[in-house]
């Protein structure tokens, strides 16, 4: 109760996108900045107004340093569902709180160089189709600082030298750094790099960052460019370069060509954040080097000294392997954010894959279609991993719905078929 009595109260006006993103963003960033998750508002999933109770001022100043989820956060002073609901609410303001004497303002207004900014808010719920005539909530306060939205923008995948078919979203990408709780000086690794997004934003936070991939094509900006009207690539089309263009290359560790269901590291933790983007199986395959002994029949053998083809890596390999990597290389209280497909009508909780070694912060759905959608996933690791051996028995155990390398791209396009069908029977009648 005492810690209770210290703390102050601010208001967090939210962007209304990406909903379920945005709670673990926030919780995420106050552990980071040493604060703690305290709301006083029932709604704060839906509504964009969120009521917080914070330590201090700097908090609430970081938080909005990091933060592409919210949009502004203000020193509550006072809120009501009635102006006099308000007014009354003010006058029972702590005047010592107060950066002015008190209501109603003296002196004048200087709106170029001001002292302090003021806000009325006021909140006409969530359905544009339904607007009251008046507000359900009325609320007053000093203005502490903006969030990063900006970001969203200037990062855009729009206006980057280098992409591909996957390339993440500006914004969840910053999303996954905030939710990986990546700060300055971190190591952060991402095992399914592709064209580099991912580290785009660890990077932008002061974290170095390093990464691996398959496809020796895309991790040297070779081949074919993905943009329309442009066939090959350029030499400016590569990971280093897209930190470039945005200052950042001093945080470019390495890239290289390599296989993630054969790390090549010795034992060791050096990771503080694995956030990772893996394939599964629609826009691009899932791949790994295949051995001698794995050959298909019908394939010549070649020299003992080469890998001829590269074999089917099943998800639930996949996922089996991350979690793996994760546990053995993550520092104590690092974390792993990855994507995770889910066909809709067979999902439940109990699919999201785990680790004895790793505890699930965060579960959140971005939807890609009427039956699919993924799920971006935060853990942390809780413990010290002793032996890989020791692990072996949950691939069989825990992995079921994602194994066979085609389930989740059989499902997804098994809806995408059924749509079409569907809609040909409909125009037919």
């Known amino acids: 109760m005492a810690l209770r009595c210290t703390l102050n109260r601010y208001l967090l006006l939210m962007a209304q996108e990406h909903l379920e993103f945005r709670l673990p963003e926030i919780k995420s960033l106050l552990s980071l900045f040493g604060g703690q998750f305290i709301s006083s508002h029932e709604t704060y999933g839906k509504s964009p107004f969120w009521i ?4 201090s001022e700097d908090i609430a ?11 502004s956060i203000f020193e509550l002073w006072g809120h009501g569902r009635s102006p006099e609901e308000l007014y009354s609410s003010l006058k029972n303001y702590p005047v010592e709180k ?11 207004v200087n709106l170029k160089k001001p002292q302090h900014i003021f806000s009325i808010l006021e909140d006409y719920g969530l359905d544009p189709n339904c607007i009251p005539e ?35 979203d500006a914004g969840l990408s910053f999303i996954m750094a905030n939710h990986g709780k ?12 592709g064209t580099g997004g991912l580290l785009i934003a660890s990077a932008h936070f002061g974290a170095y960052v390093y990464g691996t991939d398959i496809d020796y094509n895309t991790v040297h900006g070779l081949g074919k460019a993905s943009r329309k009207n442009q066939k090959w690539r350029g030499p400016d089309e590569n990971i280093r370069a897209n930190l470039r263009q945005y200052g950042l290359e001093k945080y470019y560790l390495d890239v290289l060509v390599s296989d993630a269901s054969k790390p090549s590291w010795r034992k060791g933790t050096y990771f503080d954040a694995i956030i990772t983007d893996p394939p599964y199986g629609i826009r691009e395959s899932t791949r790994r080097t295949g051995s001698q ?21 099943h998800l639930s390999d996949m996922f089996f392997d991350l979690l793996n990597f994760a546990a053995e290389t993550l520092v104590l209280g690092g974390r792993l954010v990855y994507w995770l497909p889910v066909y809709t009508p067979e999902y439940t909780e109990e699919m999201v894959p785990w680790h004895p070694c790793l505890k699930l912060i965060s579960n959140c759905e971005q939807k890609l279609s009427s039956h699919t959608s993924r799920r971006l996933i935060t853990m ?3 413990k010290k991993f002793e032996n890989r051996d020791q692990y072996s028995h949950l691939l069989s155990d825990h992995f079921l719905p994602y194994q066979g ?25």
């Open 52 to 55: 917080l109770s914070l330590p």
């Open 61 to 71: 100043r970081n938080l909005m340093k990091r933060t592409v989820c919210a949009k």
């Open 98 to 108: 107060m950066a002015l004497e008190f209501l109603p303002f003296e002196g004048k």
């Open 134 to 168: 008046n507000p359900y909530n009325i609320y007053f306060g000093r203005w502490i600082a903006d969030g990063q939205r900006e970001l969203i923008e200037s990062y855009s995948v729009k206006k980057r030298h280098f992409i591909g078919n996957t390339s993440m």
């Open 182 to 193: 990546v700060k300055e000086n971190d190591i952060v690794f991402d095992p399914f790099v």
């Open 293 to 313: 002994k794995e050959i298909p029949r019908g394939i010549e053998k070649c020299p003992e000294s080469h890998v001829p083809v590269s074999l089917s890596y």
């Open 380 to 382: 942390e690791k809780v």
């Open 405 to 429: 390398h085609n389930s989740f791209r059989d499902k997804y396009f098994s809806g995408v078929t059924k749509r079409i069908i569907k809609e040909e029977k409909s125009n037919q009648e």
